[in-house]
Each structure stands twice: as C-alpha cells, then as structure tokens.
C-alpha cells in the first residue's frame, strides 16, 4: 500500500491506523484527516517517536497493511522517497 491509496481511502483507513497505532485518539485520527505529516506529528507525540522513527513507522505500515486484498503487479506500488531507500 502507499500513502495516496490511505488518503483515497481515508474513511476506510483511518480505523486501521487506530487499529496499528492503538495509542492514537479519535481526535489525532481527525486532526490527521490523511495527511502523512500530521500523522507523523501525532505518532512522535503519541510514542515519543523522533521524526525518523516515524516515518519509518509509516513506511512499515504501508508495507505491512494490504487493503483490500494483496498488492499485486497491477497495482500502483508508487513509494513516498522516504520509504523507497528503506525498501
């Protein structure tokens, strides 16, 4: 999965990413709104994550989630630069 599947899907995703990250409050999830920085910016508050540690979070989210089933040849495997050097 890749960020912009999440922001496409955000009524559907935002209760994965409650389910990933249990720590995040329903208000984060709204202030959040499927934007990947603010995300970010609550998991550091949240977690005590510094600002690489969440962003790899993120990255390992989006390799770990499959929604709604298996990602495959003909699905879009565009990768935020970020996570693309993790790969």
Aim: aromatic letters at 10%.
């Amino acid at each position: 999965m890749n960020w912009p599947e999440v922001q496409q899907r955000w009524e559907q995703m935002h209760l994965l990413l409650r389910a990933y990250w249990v720590n995040l409050t329903n208000d984060d999830l709204q202030r959040i709104n499927g934007n990947r920085a603010k995300l970010a910016e609550a998991l550091q508050r949240r977690y005590g994550y510094q600002p690489e540690q969440a962003e790899n979070a993120i990255c390992a989210f989006e390799d770990d989630v499959r929604y709604p089933a298996p990602r495959n040849s003909t699905t879009s495997s565009a990768r935020i630069p970020a996570c693309a050097s993790l790969a």
